[in-house]
């Protein structure tokens, strides 16, 4: 039973429309307090004092990565009745008409553009070397043989017109898998000096029906419905906002498609950042159960790899209705 008084104190929170404003732009991913003042034109001492607020009022929490703080809405996983309240306060903040919005989003546009940037720009400094920082956290060897497993799973009745997606192939090493298994295969990535890696793979064996094209999810914004399977893998620690990745994929699914993420569980070990390029520091399996769900995908099967190093790779199913 939820106390009138931490109600009321909720209410109070969410009552405020710069706050409002915040709260719908936090259902888009976690932003960092510089980043939001940046969007919203405020003092730091200001946005600090508004996060604080929504924070103490269960509206908001705290994601740490590496030395960075992060703020986005609360895991939703329970039907107590503050989660219900607070399920259907997000909504309707979702759906309400903000004047600001168009302005806002132009901000937004730019900080992801400036994250995606980066990005681009340590792959296009670490192209060649890549693999071996990456062999740091988990080589393709060390866990290919379960992601297969997986792809086998979902492929047995696969019909042989069936089409895939990669995001994000890197040097391509599951690149000739997806070829042997469906009929055509796009190869999606923002980086051109790791798309041309890909491409390397394609040509030097001859798989004729891949095709590599440089951009994000939007670039096939005409392919709506298309692919059977989609797959992320090791790819979300580098995305700008991961969770868009689910609402991007769930359009380009086609009925029954399935989408394959694997990734990074939670970890602390921040070298990842200046070594691999790594935005974010891993994921808890709860949240990408929830971007999922949001997006309309329904939850499959799961596996969880533990490497001597310490890290964990997560093996998330996840299917079209």
């Not at 995606?116 to 990456?134: G, I, L, N």
């Not at 602390?268 to 070594?275: K, L, N, P």
Request: aromatic share 8%.
């Amino acid at each position: 039973m939820i106390q009138q008084p931490d109600l009321a104190k909720a209410c109070k929170a969410a009552g405020d429309p710069l706050r409002m404003s915040i709260l719908k732009l936090l259902g888009q991913g976690a932003f960092g307090v510089l980043e939001l003042c940046r969007v919203f034109d405020i003092k730091q001492s200001s946005m600090s004092h508004h996060l604080k607020i929504l924070a103490q009022a269960g509206l908001a929490s705290t994601q740490r990565e590496g030395n960075s703080i992060f703020y986005r809405r609360p895991l939703i996983q329970s039907n107590e009745p503050f989660d219900q309240w607070l399920n259907a306060t997000f909504m309707a903040i979702d759906n309400s008409e903000d004047e600001a919005h168009a302005q806002v989003q132009t901000a937004v546009t730019e900080v992801l553009q400036e994250r995606a940037q980066a990005c681009a720009e340590f792959f296009a400094r670490h192209a060649e070397d890549f693999k071996e920082q990456q062999d740091l956290i988990a080589s393709h060897d060390q866990y290919g043989e379960a992601l297969n497993e997986l792809l086998n799973s979902v492929t047995s009745g696969q019909k042989p017109s069936a089409q895939a997606l990669e995001i994000g192939p890197g040097e391509g090493a599951f690149i000739p898998t997806l070829a042997a298994t469906f009929e055509q295969v796009t190869a999606l990535d923002i980086s051109p000096d790791m798309l041309a890696l890909t491409q390397q793979v394609v040509d030097q064996q001859s798989l004729v029906n891949v095709n590599c094209k440089l951009g994000d999810a939007t670039v096939l914004n005409d392919e709506q419905g298309r692919y059977h399977f989609a797959v992320a893998n090791m790819v979300l620690h580098h995305v700008p906002a991961p969770k868009t990745i689910f609402e991007q994929v769930a359009g380009l699914l086609a009925e029954n498609g399935s989408l394959l993420i694997t990734d990074l569980c939670p970890h602390e070990q921040t070298w990842a950042r200046e070594s691999c390029g790594d935005l974010w520091l891993g994921f808890d399996p709860a949240d990408l159960t929830a971007w999922a769900r949001e997006a309309g995908l329904t939850e499959g099967p799961s596996q969880f790899l533990g490497l001597r190093n310490g890290f964990q790779i997560q093996f998330r199913l996840f299917h079209k209705p």
